[in-house]
């Protein structure tokens, strides 16, 4: 801040328009106003059209990043706090343990992803030898036989996969 509570900026400071910032960090208006809205983002200019600086690009990147593997504003504010109070401290212990629990359930959740894939590369491989089998494959006695049928996804897939034309 300068004199008088205004913003000073460097002259070569880069400044992104609402829509620059969007784009770059490939975010909806919509998302965008909610992260403000949260206090996520901050512009550094809001008189007339918002402006915003290359940290604010940065951040607004992690917020998608963050809110694309399904982590909520409150984590994700939970995360950026951490970020920000990383400079020591009580603060910032408290938030690495915080940081500590979102890490432990995302990695829950990428062992979810990996069993779901596991599955689904088990249903694809099902349905690639027995795509020259004229019948469904809910309704073949080969397929149960032989155990094709074992995983969850791949009885939920397969179950209910039409027979080739």
Known sequence: MGPGGMLVFMENERLFSSTELMRAADCT???????????LIKPVCDVGNRRYDKRALERLKLV?????????LDEIATVLTARDA??????ALAAAGEVR?????LD???????KL????????TT???????????SACGDC???????????????????PPA
Request: glycine fraction near 6%; include cysteine; proline fraction near 4%.
């Open 101 to 105: 629990h979102l890490l432990a359930r």
């Open 127 to 137: 349905l690639e030898e027995c795509s020259p089998c004229p019948r469904p494959v």
């Open 86 to 91: 990383a400079t020591g401290g009580d603060k």
């Open 64 to 72: 998608v990043s963050l809110r694309a593997i399904d982590l909520s």
């Open 144 to 162: 149960a036989t032989e155990g094709k049928l074992q995983s969850d996804a791949a009885r939920t897939l397969l179950m209910h996969t039409s």
């Open 117 to 124: 894939r596991e599955e689904l590369s088990e249903a694809r």
């Open 108 to 114: 829950e959740r990428i062992a979810g992803l990996i």
């Open 29 to 39: 208006r919509k998302a965008l106003r909610v992260y403000q809205s949260r206090g």
